[in-house]
């Protein structure tokens, strides 16, 4: 028989306790849009450009080099437009282009693009706008016209930053471009374990949210390629070299209150985001087919957690 329950329990106040993780979704493409809305996903931690641009089939240079501007602003302010229309009132994480050279080698314009040893280390992500001026500047540019549209729940995000003056740099040019950088959701990606080390300066710096690049967090803390199936074995998310920087990130953003988010394949794997909850991650971002399963994840997690809470407390 279950024991009777007590007729009275004194209970002390809770302890804090960790529990409101959203559960938001990972979209690359506009088309998809819809689709990642129906899950019911609080919001989209990575809007990937990349599949976006890489579909015109000419490489942002080719745009700026033949004076067509115009053209890719509006080809990437209506795509960003449709996931924002999807999602109304939630939040939408745009990340800056973050392709490496060798996707852009075969487009037009491609024959400029530098050939690399080792794309994946070398010009891509937030590197390669700063160095390129006027290929940030049209995606700013779409971002701009965004905002001035009313779409205040649009997030900019930038990618494999590794030092906090990159990011203040990216604000500086966006400032210089008109945009009102104070009332604006910029963040960056902590996909280099740089960043991770760094967590406290880029709060410093004035970052509104970091979120979790596992994908290329776990390939360069334990310097295993992402795409070498022949060490693919060690490619390890829960290497307690990359447990380690996490937990030490999300410790950092928690005491600071800056949203603290994951969007890397580890976002979808119930286990990791059971990991992340405890732990304090304050949203995850899955795959659109993964959100169910997070969420169930994530509930059953939280439920735990305010259940040991519970009966510490009484
Ligand atoms: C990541 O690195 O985890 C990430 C989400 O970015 P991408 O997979 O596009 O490199
Ligand atoms: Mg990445």
Same mark, same amino acid.
């Given at each position: 028989p279950a024991p009777a329950a007590p007729a009275a329990v004194a209970v002390? &106040? /809770? &302890? /804090?306790v960790i529990t409101g993780t959203l559960v938001k979704v990972n979209v690359s493409l506009p088309e998809a849009a819809k689709r990642a809305a129906a899950t019911g996903a609080d919001g989209v931690g990575l809007l990937r450009i990349e599949h976006l641009i890489l579909g015109l089939n000419k490489t942002p240079g080719w745009y700026v080099e033949h004076g067509e501007e115009e053209k890719f602003i509006s080809e990437l302010y209506s795509g960003i437009k449709t996931v924002l229309d999807a999602f109304p009132g939630k939040s939408v994480w745009v990340r800056t282009l973050d392709a490496p050279t060798d996707e852009f080698r075969n487009m037009e314009g491609g024959e400029v693009e530098p050939v690399e040893h080792n794309p994946m280390l070398g010009w891509r992500g937030i590197r390669r706008d700063l160095r390129s001026p006027e290929q940030f500047r049209m995606q700013v540019e779409a971002f701009k016209r965004l905002w001035a549209a009313g779409y205040s729940n649009l997030g900019v995000m930038f990618p494999l930053v590794n030092h906090p003056a990159e990011f203040v740099q990216a604000r500086a040019m966006m400032k210089e471009w008109g945009v009102n950088v104070e009332n604006v959701t910029l963040g960056v990606m902590i996909e280099v374990p740089s960043s991770a080390i760094l967590i406290e300066d880029f709060i410093k710096a004035g970052i509104k949210f970091a979120s979790f690049g596992t994908n290329d967090l776990i390939q360069y803390t334990l310097a295993i390629d992402r795409n070498n199936e022949h060490v693919a074995d060690m490619y390890e998310p829960e290497h307690p070299a990359v447990l380690r920087l996490i937990d030490y990130a999300i410790k950092a953003c928690r005491e600071h209150g800056v949203e603290c988010s994951i969007c890397g394949q580890a976002g979808s794997d119930p286990d990791m985001v059971a990991w992340l909850v405890g732990h304090g991650i304050t949203s995850v971002s899955a795959n659109i087919d993964a959100v169910p399963r997070i969420r169930e994840a994530v509930a059953r997690k939280e439920r735990q957690i305010l259940l040991d809470a519970a009966r510490r407390n009484a």
């Open positions: 002390a &106040a /809770p &302890a /804090p």
